[in-house]
């Protein structure tokens, strides 16, 4: 298994490109399987998790071509419609396969993912969505097996017990081939939704109120090809803001939607940052270049995470770790997840000064930081255990970094073209 080994201490500047988002790309890939033409997505990042998607997809039957940063998929024809148990434990959002399967082939059959790292996750929400559309919902031997009504899913009015970011997802792709029109409503309002509202509107689809918390889905017949250009990843780049902010560095996040940042931004800045927005040279007004310049010492903060437009709980590992080195005693509460903690154990180990109080975190910031072999079990924590190493004295080793390749486009070598002095080890 490969580590990171990081040599803190030195301050990040220059510029870092952002890749294409995780989290808007794999329900983008997942509606392809919605139409039996050819789908083009233009600016995917290339990692682990996509991979495991193509994996998904090929195991399918769906061609998938890569060309550079393209995907061209061929959902024509499929062999199955089973995603099973090997597949979906690696990544959970393999679920966002149901929805499309159902809606164009009448049935799906998906391994249920179980519980994670950062929590127990059910998708009883996801499926009550599907009920509500005439799904007749089966739970045996650890698979959920859906199957449409006669004459395939019907439009409904769905009403969200929880706003379910993939489950927001699952349902607007199942609604887009339905007979009639869906209504979701207590919907997730987080930019991925809008992303995929687009995607599915380049398909033919009508919706509205994507982005708001009431969703309306026209179902279509049939449906034509999914052409789409992926945004930029809000999530990485707030952990680059983070980055910058804990290193004291200089540093600019090149065409980035700073509207999708909002609350990072707010809360960086209220801990001491200087954060700009530059607009020179980009023509299109949704994007723009953020330099973020961190101050010699960071301010405590007091966070709480909430859905969109709230403080991303992807973020919260990442201002956490930047909060273990502020000056003041931070108080840090998740509200999304309920077992999202799993950096701290490891930041203790390098210094930090961090109680538990259920899913509030008091975190009391300490002078210095110091190296040492740290590990994490999922993606975000581990990104916070990177941010962290930034700033120690001395060196860190990061292990089990396969959780960092799921999420982040070659996060060392971006690193290192800001300065940082970190290099991949890579162990048999
Ligand atoms: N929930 C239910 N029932 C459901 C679905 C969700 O109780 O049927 C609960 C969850 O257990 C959780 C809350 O609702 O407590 C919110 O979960 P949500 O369904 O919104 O999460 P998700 O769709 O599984 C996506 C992102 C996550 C991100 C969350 C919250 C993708 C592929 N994943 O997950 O991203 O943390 O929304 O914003 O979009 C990451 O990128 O590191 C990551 C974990």
Excluded: W
């Excluded at 969703?215 to 707030?238: M, W, Y």
């Excluded at 859905?307 to 919260?316: C, E």
């Excluded at 931070?330 to 109680?355: C, K, P, Q, W, Y």
């Amino acid at each position: 298994m490969d580590k990171l080994v990081i040599e803190g201490g030195f301050r990040l500047s220059g510029d870092v490109q952002i890749s294409g988002s995780k989290n808007a790309s794999l329900p983008v890939l997942a509606a392809t399987l919605l139409t039996e033409e050819q789908s083009f997505i233009q600016n995917v990042p290339s990692l682990d998790d996509i991979r495991t998607m193509s994996t998904l997809f090929q195991h399918l039957g769906v061609n998938v071509q890569t060309n550079g940063d393209e995907l061209i998929i061929d959902a024509r024809h499929i062999s199955t419609v089973e995603a099973t148990y090997d597949i979906v434990r690696k990544m959970r959002a393999s679920v966002l396969v149901l929805g499309p399967l159902v809606a164009r082939f009448g049935r799906a059959r998906v391994s249920l993912p179980g519980g994670c790292a950062i929590g127990a996750r059910p998708i009883d929400i996801h499926l009550k969505g599907l009920e509500a559309m005439g799904a007749h919902v089966l739970l045996e031997h650890g698979y959920v097996d859906v199957t449409a009504p006669a004459g395939g899913l019907r439009g409904a009015r769905i009403i969200f017990d929880l706003p379910s970011v993939t489950g927001t997802e699952n349902l607007m792709m199942a609604a887009s081939l339905a007979r009639g029109d869906t209504t979701i409503e207590n919907a997730a309002q987080e930019p991925e939704i809008v992303e995929l509202a687009e995607a599915l509107t380049s398909m033919g689809v009508k919706i509205s109120g994507a982005g708001t918390d009431r969703i309306q889905i026209e179902g279509q017949e049939c449906l034509g090809p999914l052409l789409h250009t992926v945004g930029p990843d809000r999530i990485e780049s707030g952990t680059f803001v983070a980055m910058a902010a804990i290193t004291q560095g200089d540093v600019v996040l090149k065409r980035v939607r700073a509207d999708h940042l909002r609350s990072t931004i707010a809360q960086f800045m209220k801990a001491g940052c200087e954060i700009t927005e530059l607009r020179s040279g980009i023509k299109d007004e949704k994007y723009c270049d953020l330099r973020v310049i961190g101050p010699n010492q960071l301010r405590a903060l007091d966070v709480s995470t909430a859905p969109y437009p709230g403080f991303a709980t992807d973020m919260q590992a990442q201002l956490l770790a930047c909060m273990a080195a502020a000056e003041g005693t931070s108080h840090i509460e998740e509200t999304i997840f309920e077992n999202r903690f799993m950096h701290v154990l490891e930041l203790l180990r390098m210094g930090a000064d961090i109680s538990m109080h259920g899913n509030l975190a008091v975190v009391k910031g300490v002078k210095h930081l110091s190296g040492a072999p740290v590990m994490a079990t999922d993606l975000r924590a581990s990104a916070s255990l990177v941010i962290a190493a930034l700033k120690a004295q001395g060196i860190s080793e990061i292990l089990r970094i396969y959780h960092l390749d799921r999420g982040y486009v070659k996060l060392e070598d971006k690193l290192t073209g800001l300065g940082a002095r970190i290099h991949r080890v890579t162990q048999k």
